[in-house]
Structures are given as C-alpha cells and as structure tokens.
T-cell receptor, first 116, second 115 residues
C-alpha cells in the first residue's frame, strides 16, 4: 500500500496522560499536514511541514501539542496532559510539494482519540 | 480570508437518480477547489479538483463538479446515484494567490442514497 498510513488507528486514554501519533506519508511527498476533525465538522488545520521544517501552525495548536518530522519522512504528533476536549479524529495528509500552487493533499485513515 | 459553505447537512436521493451536493466559496483571489469523500471511520479520499480551464471537472467514481465563478459555486454532481455513494462529502477551497497551502474545508454534507 503506497498511501498515507497512520498509527494507531484508535487510542483511548485517561485525562492527563500523554499520547503520540505517527504518520507515514506517501513516499517522496515533501509536505505533510496534520488536521483535527470532530463530529459534524470538516477537518481543521493544525500544522504543516515542508520536509523537516514546520512552516505553519494553527492557533488551535496549543502548547500541549507538538509535532515533529525529524528526517523529513514520517511525522509524530504528541498531545501532553490530554483533556476530554482533545477527543477527535486526527488526520494526516501529504502532498508532493513540487507542483506549486496546484498541490493536492492525500489523506490517511486517521487516528481516533478518546479521552476518558 | 477564504471560506466555504455547504448549505445542506444531508441530501437524500433514490438510487439511479441524479444527485447534486452544493458548495459555495469565498476567496480574495483565484480559487483552487476540491471535493473529498469520507466513509465511516475513514480518512478523506480525493475525488476531484478545479484549478483553471474547463468549468466542468470530471473525477473519480463517475463524479463531476461544475465551477461557476459568478455564483461562486462548485457543486458536486453525478448522473446516476449508487447506494455505495452514501458517505460524507467535503468541499474545500484554497486561495491560490494567498501564498498558503492550507485549504479550508466545509462542514460536510451527508449523502444518503436509498435503494
């Protein structure tokens, strides 16, 4: 399978715990994006990488959230001291980054987080 | 600023009938428009996009979308609906002149195709 993959697919945690999600983009895609989706809403942008550089961060991304893409390949999203309001689907997408303004994003299956 | 509206939370259609899922957008510059589909507990799958050129764009699974600049709309259409088309559909827009690669998504429209 050459699509975007995410791990784990489901995570249940207790309030106050830390969680980490992983995203593996499509091979050779330079750009990687993280989104959050809650029930009844479209994806909301969290952050985006061009290779290993984190270029944009949403105001939604509080200081409890941190993302990395250390070698410009896979990425991790960590949430510290989880809160019930963090319960959502976390989506990762990647895009080639070589087609200028017409770049198209391709999404992974998502990680569903439930904070008890 | 960029925004997108999907005025219908749900669209119901009988199998074999044509379907339309509506989307309107607002951008300062030129729009780059997308449609994605989401099946339960899955990520978004790319359907089609409009950049420039022909106003009628054809995409995956027999879907097409019509760009209308004067009405700032990008409605998704299919001539004959299938029960398997039942899913959540998202329209997204990005301002091509804004310098950002981040699209704004609508809230989604649930399409239900009845046998």
């Amino acid at each position: 399978d050459t699509g975007v993959s995410q791990d784990p697919r489901h995570k249940i945690t207790k309030r106050g715990q830390n969680v980490t999600f992983r995203c593996d983009p499509i091979s050779e895609h330079n750009r990687l994006y993280w989104y959050r989706q809650t029930l009844g809403q479209g994806p909301e942008f969290l952050t985006y990488f061009q290779n290993e550089a984190q270029l944009e961060k949403s105001r939604l991304l509080s200081d409890r959230f941190s993302a990395e893409r250390p070698k410009g390949s896979f990425s991790t999203l960590e949430i510290q001291r989880t809160e019930q309001g963090d319960s959502a689907m976390y989506l990762c997408a990647s895009s080639p980054g070589t087609t200028g303004a017409t770049d198209t994003q391709y999404f992974g299956p998502g990680t569903r987080l439930t904070v008890l | 600023a960029q925004s997108v509206a999907q005025p219908e939370d749900q669209v119901n259609v009988a199998e074999g009938n044509p379907l339309t899922v509506k989307c309107t957008y607002s951008v300062s510059g030129n729009p780059y428009l997308f449609w994605y589909v989401q099946y339960p507990n899955r990520g978004l799958q790319f359907l089609l996009k409009y950049i420039t050129g022909d106003n009628l764009v054809k995409g995956s699974y027999g879907f097409e979308a019509e760009f209308n600049k004067s009405q700032t709309s990008f409605h998704l259409k299919k001539p004959s609906a299938l029960v398997s088309d039942s899913a959540l559909y998202f329209c997204a827009v990005r301002d091509m002149t804004g310098g950002s690669y981040i699209p704004t998504f609508g809230r989604g429209t649930s399409l239900i195709v009845h046998p």
